[in-house]
Nanobody, 120 residues
Framework: QVQLVESGGGLVQPGGSLRLSCAASGSIRSIYAMGWYRQAPGKQRDLVATITASGNANYADSVKGRFTISRDNAKNTVYLQMNSLKPEDTAAYYC??????????????WGQGTQVTVSS
């Protein structure tokens, strides 16, 4: 079992910043990729950013230049620095991890979600 625990969401004014964190724990041998997705009410869950173990990052066009994803492999933790936040960034943000367990089984895990609200 692999668990993901997110933190760092909250209420922020337009133009403000937030930093999300997500720590993975459990029977982990390796994590191939970690990422962030978001889901607004009534909409599908969309990719925000992903990062591989070697540090290759991928971003949704809507967040390029404003959000930065990073990870600490030693801590099995991924971060999302969000700057210049806009009201349309309001959503529940979910952490995702894909990797291999100690039992050499591939896993895909999701966090419970953390709410980000951008409003004046």
């Amino acid at each position: 079992q692999v668990q993901l625990v997110e933190s760092g969401g909250g209420l922020v004014q337009p133009g403000g910043s937030l930093r999300l964190s997500c720590a993975a724990s459990g029977s982990i041998r390796s994590i191939y990729a970690m990422g962030w997705y978001r889901q607004a009410p009534g909409k599908q869950r969309d990719l925000v950013a992903t990062i591989t173990a070697s540090g290759n990052a991928n971003y949704a066009d809507s967040v390029k230049g404003r959000f930065t994803i990073s990870r600490d492999n030693a801590k099995n933790t991924v971060y999302l620095q969000m700057n210049s936040l806009k009201p349309e960034d309001t959503a529940a943000y979910y952490c995702n991890a894909v990797g291999e367990t100690i039992a050499t089984r591939t896993f895909t895990s999701w966090g419970q979600g953390t709410q980000v609200t951008v409003s004046s």
